[in-house]
């Protein structure tokens, strides 16, 4: 009799346990991986940020970035711990 009252209790922490933490993994879910996700997606892309239309540019954006001359400054001050 004692251990089916046990396993009834355990079985309503469970549930209450689950109940608590959907919220917080749907927050998290919401507000950083979709618009990581999306942000992503659109540095693929040459979209300025206001027009309709936005064509695939693959990693070219990337590229650029890492040929700026303050990118690579900035890179090699982190790298020497000066920063």
Request: avoid cysteine; proline fraction near 2%; hydrophobic fraction near 45%.
């Amino acid at each position: 009799m004692r251990a089916e009252s046990k396993a009834k209790k355990g079985k309503g922490k469970v549930g209450t346990i689950v109940l608590f933490l959907a919220l917080p993994v749907l927050l998290l879910i919401v507000f950083t991986y979709i618009p990581f996700v999306d942000m992503f997606k659109n540095s693929l892309t040459d979209w300025d940020g206001i027009s309709e239309t936005s064509n695939f540019v693959g990693l070219k954006n990337l590229r650029a970035l890492t040929s700026l001359q303050t990118m690579q400054q900035a890179s090699t001050i982190r790298e020497n711990g000066l920063m």
